[in-house]
């Protein structure tokens, strides 16, 4: 059976969840929990992302994000893909870490439904049995962003928490912060008293189990969507050139910016050898900052073999010193 094609669009909702192959973990230790968190906050910087909770739970993972461009499909590739290279490379591992697709539910951002997404991946770690309910708090799981709703100062720049907040009805301040952690403190001591933790809120099951968690309406518009998607078996229907819209006027700004620091011009750049350390800088950049495609830094920046492009890339963010690192610090700047 083919798989059923992402519905994506400017400004679109998601819960995110993916687990290890065979359930096995995807989180060995605190610094796999760190790598995965620096590695989306790398793909948000590329996709525009705004990540609005998460959760790391050992052997899968939650996100509830927002995608202001329509490109979740190539984030998330680059994501998911980027960290199990990663992880196992420090693990001395091969293959699929993920099992399977991710999950992707689409989130009507009015009404309550927001709220009980943000809620119910707050709340992973006390239905999970990860702290002690009768005397821990939900803050003490340090890898959420539920500790970073209350620390302000630790927050990362892609982690936005007033669309969580505005939906409780409280501010981003002091006052606002407390209140916010007494409700949450509130529905942890429901689960504590529940026989059945999985069930306090009956509109999880909907979350875990649906495509679409929203009204009516929001429900049906989607279901345009995806028949839109499937009209003529063209994903391009729906989503079309402004899938990559973000990522090829990013890429296009990135390559004049370091041209420009590098003192080169359009022109020029076709002269160069296509191994020359500038090209290779130029790359760096437009590689690092954003999901476009090695087909398309090797045709801008005259690169010849496509094959190649990521291995200078790995120069370029290698490089201790010597003129690699000098190029990489002159385009940074």
Sequence with gaps: ?????????????????????????????????RLFLDTLGEACGRTGWRVHAFVLMGNHYHLLIETPEANLVDGMH?????????????????????????????????????????????????RAG???????????????SYPLYLRPSKRPEWLSVDRTLGACHVPDNHSGRAEYRQYMQKRVLEISCSEKP?????????????????????????????????????????????????????AGRLL???????????????TLKKSDPRKKAVAWSVRKNTSVKNEWISQQVHM??????????????????????????????
């Excluded at 990860?130 to 959420?144: E, H, N, P, T, V």
């Excluded at 189990?209 to 028949?227: S, T, V």
């Excluded at 050139?241 to 990013?250: A, G, I, P, Q, T």
């Excluded at 910016?257 to 076709?270: D, F, H, I, K, V």
């Design 198 to 250: 999985r069930e306090v809120d009956e509109r999880w099951a909907k979350i875990r189990r649906g495509w679409c968690f929203g009204a009516d309406e929001f429900r049906h518009q989607m279901i345009e969507a995806l028949d839109g998607v499937m009209e003529g078996k063209r994903r391009d229907s729906f989503v079309g050139v402004e899938s990559k819209r973000h990522d090829m006027l990013e």
């Design 78 to 126: 680059w994501l998911q893909g980027t960290y199990t290279k990663r992880f196992n490379i420090r693990h001395n591992q091969r293959g699929h870490l993920f099992q399977g697709r991710y999950k992707a539910l689409l989130i009507d951002p009015e009404g309550d439904y927001f709220q009980t997404v943000s809620s119910y991946i707050h709340l992973n770690p006390a």
């Design 256 to 270: 004049e910016r370091g041209l420009t620091r590098l003192n080169l011009s359009s022109a020029e750049l076709e």
């Design 130 to 144: 990860f702290f002690d309910l009768a005397s821990g708090k939900l803050a003490d799981y340090a890898w959420s």
């Design 304 to 333: 010849g073999c496509v094959s190649k492009i990521s291995r200078y890339v790995r120069e370029v963010e290698n490089a201790k010193e010597g003129i690699l690192y000098d190029l990489r610090e002159r385009i940074k700047r």
């Design 1 to 33: 059976m083919g798989r059923s094609p992402r519905i994506e669009y400017e400004g679109a909702v998601y819960h995110l969840m993916s687990r290890g192959n065979r359930q096995e973990p995807i989180f060995l230790d605190h610094y796999d929990n």
